[in-house]
């Protein structure tokens, strides 16, 4: 099977513009959850999908946001970029949400 | 908060001693797990332990969880080089559909 694709892998953006992420799940896995990660905060909990249902989601602004589509690819959106959001973000997916998780390479975000 | 918090930051060690890294967490889980990331790459699953279970092992691997201290450790066993990464805990806080990530552990092994 492929494994979790992501994409764009490398992103540069300017303070106040808005960015898409994508993320492409393994094949039969309808849970898609995405993380931040930055060297100061470490790895954070954004939201996790499954079936086109937001399940959970982290201690984010309104500025984050995502969605799943009925083939459960996933993307999330982060409008008016701060510099701040510089950050690997990284996408999981798994049958169900529960247990282990397949991790995709990530898209690095840099905001200037 | 986050809900895991790992020891030690950082850890050197040479190629074939054993490597311990410790979790603690704060809420209840249904599960720990344990994951390696290698510089800055996505995260790679090593191996999970349920809340009923007190040990697992996998390979050069062995996992103890004990609920009642609200804690884990991973034991690598004969360190390679290529076991130099960051190691991560992770809960399911109260079993819900949200997995909460430790700091990790940087372990660095010297060939």
């Known amino acids: 099977k492929a494994g979790v694709t992501q994409t764009p892998r490398y992103l540069i953006k300017t303070r106040g513009q808005q960015v898409t992420l994508s993320c492409s799940p393994i094949s039969g896995h309808r849970s898609v959850s995405w993380y931040q990660q930055t060297p100061g905060q470490g790895l954070q909990f954004l939201f996790e999908y499954f079936s086109e249902t937001q399940r959970n989601k982290g201690n984010f602004p309104g500025r984050f946001s995502g969605r799943q589509f009925s083939n459960s690819r996933s993307e999330m959106n982060v409008s008016t970029l701060e510099l701040g959001d510089s950050a690997l973000y990284l996408c999981a997916s798994s049958p169900d949400g529960r247990y282990e998780q397949y991790f995709g390479p990530g898209t690095r975000l840099t905001v200037t | 908060s986050q809900q895991g918090e790992e020891d030690p930051q950082a850890l050197s060690i040479q190629e074939g001693e054993n490597a311990t890294m410790n979790c603690s967490y704060k809420?209840?889980?249904?599960?720990l797990q344990w994951y390696r990331q290698n510089s800055g790459r996505g995260l790679v699953h090593l191996i999970l332990?349920?809340?009923?279970?007190r040990e697992k092992h996998s390979g050069r691997l062995r996992v103890t969880l004990d609920t009642s201290k609200k804690s884990s450790s991973l034991l690598i066993t004969a360190s390679r080089a290529a076991d130099t990464a960051s190691y991560f805990c992770?809960?399911?806080?109260?079993?819900?559909?949200?997995?909460?990530f430790g700091a990790g552990t940087r372990l660095f092994v010297k060939a």
């Open positions: 809420t209840s889980i249904n599960n």
């Open positions: 332990i349920r809340s009923n279970e």
């Open positions: 992770a809960t399911d806080p109260n079993g819900g559909f949200k997995t909460i």
